[in-house]
Structures are given as structure tokens and as C-alpha cells.
Nanobody, 115 residues
Framework: QVQLVESGGGLVQPGGSLRLSCAAS????????MAWYRQAPGKEREFVAR???????IVADSVKGRFTISRDSAKNTVYLQMNSLKFEDTAVYYC?????????WGQGTQVTVSS
């Protein structure tokens, strides 16, 4: 059974940093495309960042230069380092992967940027 569990969200001031974690079970994060998405209130879920099976990283233009995705195969965990946070980064952040034709999502972790 594949399970993705996000953690690390919270309340942070503008300009602050957070590191989100996505701990996987039932699936190996290494050699696999893993991604982060987010959904703000009243908005569609949107792509944030991806790390490919070949360890290439792609981030959305809205977070380029501020967010970094990485993984630790030994811990079977994917991370999203978020720096220089802005009000508009407030959202629920989700981890996602696919296996064959199945998509797997975590339950999400809330990030709130507020002064």
C-alpha cells in the first residue's frame, strides 16, 4: 500500500523559510518522478516542483529561485525547501507520485504566510 505523508507546514512571516517533507511508504522515492503541488483557498491545485527519475528538477516560474526540491533515498523522503516566502505562497501543499497508471497523493500540509 502506497502512502505519502507530508509534514513541516506551519505559520511563517513573509521572507521566512520552511522545509516540507514527504515521507513515502510502499514505494521507493529514488529513481521515480516525485512532485509537489499546492492549492490555495478558492483556487485550482497547481504544480510547484518536480524531481525526475534522473534527478533533474523543475520548478514553477512563481517559485523559481526560492523553492528547491530534493530527495533523500536513505530516508525515502522528498523535501521542498521554501525560502523568501510570500503571502501568495499560502496554500495546502501536497506530495504526489505515480506508479503505472495510479496517482498517489498525500493528505497535504498547510503553509500560511502571514505577518
Amino acid at each position: 500500500q502506497v502512502q505519502l505523508v507530508e509534514s513541516g507546514g506551519g505559520l511563517v512571516q513573509p521572507g521566512g523559510s520552511l522545509r516540507l517533507s514527504c515521507a513515502a511508504s510502499g514505494i521507493y522515492v529514488s529513481g521515480r518522478n516525485m512532485a509537489w503541488y499546492r492549492q490555495a483557498p478558492g483556487k485550482e491545485r497547481e504544480f510547484v516542483a518536480r524531481i525526475t527519475s534522473g534527478d533533474n528538477t523543475i520548478v514553477a516560474d512563481s517559485v523559481k529561485g526560492r523553492f528547491t526540491i530534493s530527495r533523500d533515498s536513505a530516508k525515502n523522503t522528498v523535501y521542498l525547501q521554501m525560502n523568501s516566502l510570500k503571502f501568495e505562497d499560502t496554500a495546502v501543499y501536497y506530495c504526489k507520485t505515480t506508479q503505472w497508471t495510479n496517482e498517489y497523493w498525500g493528505q497535504g500540509t498547510q503553509v500560511t504566510v502571514s505577518s
